[in-house]
Each structure stands twice: as structure tokens, then as C-alpha cells.
């Protein structure tokens, strides 16, 4: 007999796994797995006739607009202003508006391609750091009234905001607060009472707006300005209440660190908004977020299809499978993809920049539309409660973060059994938590049952949060289990997939198996590190 000791939470227990000496064809059912490796049930399990209470929460805790936020997983950013016509970035903020004239615009095209595309947010650029407004404000003339598009009576806010309403697509608006333009920036009360306003007449004429997205970008040698942070977000809960904010520090949710659309292999939704400041944020804490987080501000991951934000003529776009990786490396850590598809100077989105975002659909859909384990036999370690459906393993089949299972509170090892019924091969997990319990799992890793009857491990990962996507080489096998190794508090587990992804290409760096279980671990197909141990190969990520 096979004695393996294993420490959990400062707890040491042993566990007494056989050596099996019958072939896997003969194995008895899972149900006799559990009898042989399961810890019995507490003493103090509930009565048959009385429910258990779920669990508490762990704080911090998700809003019920933070929750919304996360189950979107993408949103579609639209950069679009003079800069697409003058082949910039960064405008000065002095280009005439009579250059802004996109003859052709289709706001439903924009909002039709998102949500073809899976993404069931689009956030435009109602003013970028030039000034320059797409709707007709009452502060300024540096707006769309004063373009030829429309005769200078055009609004494209609000023909995006009817669009997006039309298709059911939740809208946000970005309103930078750098604004090169406008004569008032740089003297803080009248500057922040002018953005104010603005930031009124954005939030009282279209309708719900579900996202307000601002940052900290000031070029280099500009004019010093002090922005009332804490005014602007108490106004903007005040004027919609089920928006989010977006900013470096929250207080919602907040920026990633990099505009690459990675986070990193660790990302909490924990956070302390307090101790970053918006324009000066440190990129790593902002990637990892913090496990003793006081506040729930999980992580944005903004990037471009192309290389710049706004359209440019002489760009392509990023491929599909470069989509898919970013896809992995976001909403795969635990993050929203905020993938930004710029209009070009027509007013609509070109025909290059859709047939990427088709390709990127039908990769995900092609992956992730039949998990493996669907059909399973699971047996799990413990279950809160006798004979409770709530929460039950099979919980974790079902989509969706309402349902969960749940270990018997007082037990130090958890783990779930997995009957494939037939050997198949994946090389992809999904593992989700119940967030709105908060955010609780430390570690975890894979195992399979290998040819020589002995359980190996084939990935392993720490936070999941709502969503964790963890790839590995290739393998096959029937008999899988899913360890959690540590845990804030019981975890919750409501959802576990297994899948094939016949697309991603992972390197074979031989030279840095020797690190794979010394470094850091990421979940990426450029860092994963193939090694050969038992006949089973083992993904460092």
C-alpha cells in the first residue's frame, strides 16, 4: 500500500492509496474509488431531515453591477474621433472638425458585429484625450456640431446608445479626463466642474449606461491638474447606479497594468483601491490583485485588434488565433476582455477586423461547445449537508455560478472523482467558482490515472475566480481527479470543464523542464513547458 502524506491549511493528514493490479478496463465503478480513498463523513453532518445552510461568504464580495460585469467575460471598446482621420493616436486637441465626417457610419453594424461576435458590451470613446465630443454638449464647440457629418446635427452617442439598446447590448462610455482642447484644463476647480458636467449630460440622456471607463493617460510635460476623483464616482453611482466604474484603482473594476490583454497566471478579484493610484499604478500588483484585498475590483484587460487604437489605413489586425490566446490569458485568468475594434473613416468596421472577430468565434465555439466531462460519474470528497441536490458534484456540470458543490465544512481534503466512462483526449480545463461567495481557491491541480495505475499530475494553477482556463499538453485518459490544495475558506466549485483544443500550439522547451516546478506558474501556451515523467507529461504554467 502506497502512503502519501499531505499538509493542507497547517493540517497534516495521511492518505492510504492502493497500488492497483487489475487492469483500468476492470476497474470497479467510481463509487467503490470513493469508498477506498474518501475521509468518512463528520459526525456532525445535519440531520436527513433538517438542510444544511450554505456557506457564508467570504469577503470581500462582488456588487450585483460587479456581478453582471463578469458574466459578459467580453466587451468590444470602439475608438473613433478626429484621430481617425488624421492618422494619430494622440490628438492635439487643434484639429478642425470639419475633418470628422464618416459618410457611411452604422452604429448597428458596430453593436451587430459585437454581438455576432460574443460580446455583449460595446464601450466607445465619447471623448478621447483631444477634446473632441461625439455628441453635441452644451460646454464646448469642439464637438460633432460643429462637423459637417449630418449637417452638425448628428449625435453618435445617442445612435449608438438606441443601436445597443435595440440589440440588447449593454452600453459604456470612456470620458478621458486628459483633455488637450479645452481651455479651462490645468485650473482644478473649473476644469473638474467642466468635466462634471459633461459627465452629466452623458449619464442623464441615453439611458442605462452600464460601464463609465476613465484612466490616468497624460503625455509628458502637460499642464498639472487635480482630478476629484471621488466627486466623479460619487456622481456617477449616484446618476446610474447599476454602472461599473472602470479606472487604474477601481473603484469597480480595475485596469490590468498592460494593454497586451494579459493578466497575470495568479489574478484576484481582491484588491486594495486605496493603495493605488490612478496614473501611477504598480503593474504587478495590478496584474496579480491582492489575496488580503479589502476591496472587490476585479480586472479589466484592455487591448487592440490592431496595432494602434484608432483606425489606420496602412494596419491589420491581430489574427484569430492570436485572439484566442489573448482569450486564454484574460478571460482565462479571471478577468473581462475589453477588446477594442476601432471604425474607420467610413463609420464602420472593416471588413479585415470582422472576418478576425468570425475566425476568433468559431475557435472558441469549436473548443468550448461540448465539455468532455458532461456525461460524467462524479464522486467528491465530501458533500455540505445529507443527500442535499444544492450541493451536490453534479452541480459542477450545470452553467452557470448559481450552483455549486460543496465540501462538508469541516474536512481538510477536497477533491473531486471524475468516470470519463471512456478514455478520451483533452488538453484544456475549466474550472469556475460561485463569486458572488467570494473568491477562495488558492491551488489546485489535475490528475489522471496513467498506464501504470498510479495518479499523475497533468496541470496545476492557483486562483480560479469566476472563470480560470488552464492548458496542457495533450493526454488521454478516463479516470481523472480535480484537488483543491488550498482554500481560503471550503471551496466552492460550480462549474468544471474538459475540453480539446486542436488549435493552440504549445512550445517544447526542454531546457526549462527542470524549473517547471520551481518557478512561477503561468497559464499560457508560450510558457508551458512539456516534461515527461511516467509515461504522462506534466504542464508547467
Not at 162 to 190: C, F, K, N, Q
Not at 261 to 288: H, M
Amino acid at each position: 500500500m502506497k502512503k502519501k502524506k499531505k499538509s493542507i491549511h497547517g493540517a497534516s493528514t495521511t492518505l492510504y492509496l492502493p497500488k492497483f493490479s487489475i487492469p483500468i478496463s476492470h476497474l470497479a465503478p467510481l463509487a467503490l474509488l470513493i469508498l477506498t480513498f474518501a475521509p468518512l463523513s463528520s459526525s456532525s453532518s445535519p440531520s436527513p431531515k433538517v438542510k444544511a445552510p450554505p456557506p457564508l461568504p467570504v469577503l470581500p464580495i462582488p456588487s450585483a453591477s460587479q456581478l453582471q460585469w463578469q458574466l459578459a467575460d467580453m466587451a468590444l471598446f470602439l475608438h473613433f474621433g478626429p484621430n481617425t482621420f488624421t492618422d494619430t493616436e494622440w490628438g492635439t486637441g487643434h484639429a478642425d472638425p470639419s475633418l470628422f465626417n464618416p459618410t457611411r457610419l452604422d452604429a448597428a453594424q458596430w453593436v451587430r458585429v459585437a454581438k455576432d461576435s460574443g460580446f455583449s458590451r460595446v464601450i466607445l470613446t465619447a471623448k478621447h484625450h483631444d477634446g473632441f465630443c461625439l455628441w453635441p454638449t452644451e460646454y464646448t464647440n469642439y464637438s460633432v456640431g460643429s462637423s459637417p457629418w449630418r449637417n452638425g446635427s448628428g449625435d453618435v452617442v445617442g445612435v449608438l446608445a438606441v443601436a445597443a439598446r435595440e440589440a440588447g447590448i449593454d452600453l459604456g462610455l470612456y470620458l478621458s479626463p486628459w483633455d488637450r482642447h479645452e481651455r479651462t484644463y490645468g485650473r482644478t476647480l473649473d476644469y473638474n466642474e467642466y468635466y462634471l458636467g459633461q459627465m452629466t449630460e452623458l449619464l442623464t440622456r441615453y439611458g442605462d449606461i452600464k460601464e463609465v471607463w476613465l484612466d490616468g493617460a497624460k503625455g509628458e510635460g502637460e499642464k498639472d491638474m487635480e482630478y476629484f476623483f471621488n466627486s466623479w464616482f460619487s456622481l456617477i453611482h449616484q446618476l446610474q447606479p447599476r454602472a461599473v466604474i472602470f479606472s487604474d484603482a477601481g473603484p469597480d473594476t480595475r485596469w490590468v497594468g498592460d494593454e497586451a490583454g494579459v493578466a497575470g497566471s495568479t489574478c484576484w478579484s481582491l484588491f486594495n483601491c486605496s493603495n493605488t493610484k490612478i496614473g501611477s499604478i504598480d503593474p504587478q500588483y495590478s496584474r496579480e490583485g491582492d489575496p488580503f484585498g479589502h476591496d472587490w475590483a476585479p480586472a479589466e484587460c484592455d487591448v487592440s485588434i490592431r496595432p494602434g487604437w484608432f483606425w489606420h489605413a496602412s494596419e491589420v489586425p491581430k489574427s484569430g488565433l492570436t485572439l484566442l490566446d489573448i482569450y486564454y490569458k484574460s478571460v482565462g485568468r479571471n478577468c473581462l476582455l475589453l477588446l477594442n475594434v476601432p471604425p474607420n473613416s467610413s463609420g464602420l468596421i472593416s471588413p479585415e477586423d470582422i472576418k478576425v472577430l468570425q475566425e476568433f468565434s468559431e475557435l472558441r465555439k469549436s473548443i468550448f461547445s461540448h465539455n468532455l466531462a458532461s456525461n460524467a460519474t462524479l464522486v467528491a470528497s465530501s458533500t455540505r449537508g445529507v443527500e442535499d441536490s444544492r450541493f451536490d458534484p453534479y452541480s459542477v456540470l450545470k452553467e452557470g455560478i448559481y450552483t455549486y458543490w460543496a465540501p462538508e465544512r469541516i474536512q481538510s481534503d477536497w477533491f473531486l472523482y471524475i468516470d470519463l466512462k471512456e478514455s478520451l483526449s483533452f488538453n484544456v480545463l475549466q474550472v469556475q467558482e460561485p463569486i458572488h461567495m467570494g473568491q477562495r481557491i488558492v491551488e489546485f491541480h489535475l490528475e489522471i490515472l496513467n498506464a501504470y495505475k498510479e495518479w499523475n499530475k497533468v496541470a496545476n494553477g492557483t486562483t480560479v475566480g469566476y472563470r480560470r482556463l488552464l492548458q496542457f499538453p495533450i493526454v488521454r485518459a478516463r479516470y481523472l481527479r480535480f484537488v483543491i490544495d488550498k482554500s481560503r475558506a471550503e471551496p466552492l466549485i460550480s462549474y468544471l470543464g474538459i475540453y480539446y483544443d486542436q488549435f493552440s500550439v504549445l512550445s517544447n522547451d526542454v531546457s526549462n523542464a527542470t524549473r517547471s516546478h520551481q518557478g512561477s506558474l503561468y497559464n499560457s501556451s508560450q510558457f508551458i513547458h512539456r516534461i515527461v515523467v511516467n509515461s504522462t507529461q506534466i504542464a508547467s504554467m
